[in-house]
């Protein structure tokens, strides 16, 4: 049972996103990393390009859907929190359009 079938709604802006859709993380490419003074190591590439050990990444997306260090967003299972990011997104881009046309109306 989720918040909408109790009535609910969830305020995403204050809320930490759900976990990262499982066949996303498990499809996210795997790296070996060689070094000097290490064994190798397999890390786990987010889209963003950032590297992570896999037992450190790995229950961090169980909990969110995001990079630790720069917030790049990962898809999830939840339909909800996937309309209020495409409705943010659409906000987001009209806001930019507005900006430009006031910019090309000034200059």
């Known amino acids: 049972m989720d ?5 609910l709604v969830v305020d995403w802006d204050h809320h930490l996103p759900p976990p990262a859709a499982k066949t996303v993380v498990e499809n996210l490419p795997r790296t070996i990393i060689t070094g000097s003074q290490a064994e190798e190591e397999t890390a ?3 889209p963003c390009h ?5 037992s450190c990444i790995l229950p961090w997306l169980s909990k969110t859907n995001s990079c630790p260090l720069c917030r790049h967003e990962l898809p999830t ?16 881009q009209q806001k930019h359009r507005l900006e430009n046309l006031h ?3 000034y200059t």
Do not use: N, P, V
């Open 77 to 92: 299972d939840d339909d909800t929190y996937e309309e209020h990011r495409r409705d943010k997104a659409r906000k987001q």
């Open 3 to 7: 918040f909408e079938d109790l009535g």
């Open 50 to 54: 950032h590297l992570f050990h896999s």
């Open 44 to 46: 786990i590439e987010m």
């Open 103 to 105: 910019g090309a109306m």
